[in-house]
């Protein structure tokens, strides 16, 4: 399994942007594992916003975030990034990145067996 730390959290007005890093160290092969973000807002459940297969082509996203969000990552530096533009109220939750062995980007929870501790976000009208 991997370590992920994620950074890159804050308070942000509507409309704003924020790029969110996550960091991975640990015993698991970082540039051959599929990459994720996933969110959680207050009283909701946890859900994908994006996730990137191993060499980062193949993308997949929410479509609450799509042409607002964008997933990358460089494996030269075991990082994963979330840009994130047009900031809306309702895009306010934890982001948490997770990692998994899989490839190719997937929506299931289960296929992420490390996950980061999250951080805030918070998009104010």
């Known amino acids: 399994q991997l370590h992920l730390v994620e950074s890159g959290g804050g308070l942000v007005q509507a409309g704003g942007s924020l790029r969110l890093s996550c960091t991975a160290s640990?015993?698991?092969?970082?540039?051959?594992?599929?990459v994720s973000w996933w969110r959680q807002a207050p009283g909701k459940e946890l859900e994908l916003v994006a996730a990137a297969g191993w060499t980062g082509e193949e993308t997949k996203y929410a479509d609450s975030v799509k042409g607002r969000f964008t997933i990358a990552r460089d494996n030269t530096k075991n990082t994963v990034y979330l840009q994130m533009n047009s900031l809306k109220p309702e895009d306010t939750a934890v982001y948490y990145c997770?990692?998994?062995?899989?490839?190719?980007?997937?929506?299931?929870?289960?296929?992420?067996?490390?996950w980061g501790q999250g951080t805030q976000v918070t998009v104010s009208s």
């Open positions: 997770a990692a998994g062995p899989a490839h190719y980007p997937t929506g299931y929870q289960s296929h992420y067996d490390s």
């Open positions: 640990g015993a698991g092969h970082f540039p051959t594992h599929a």
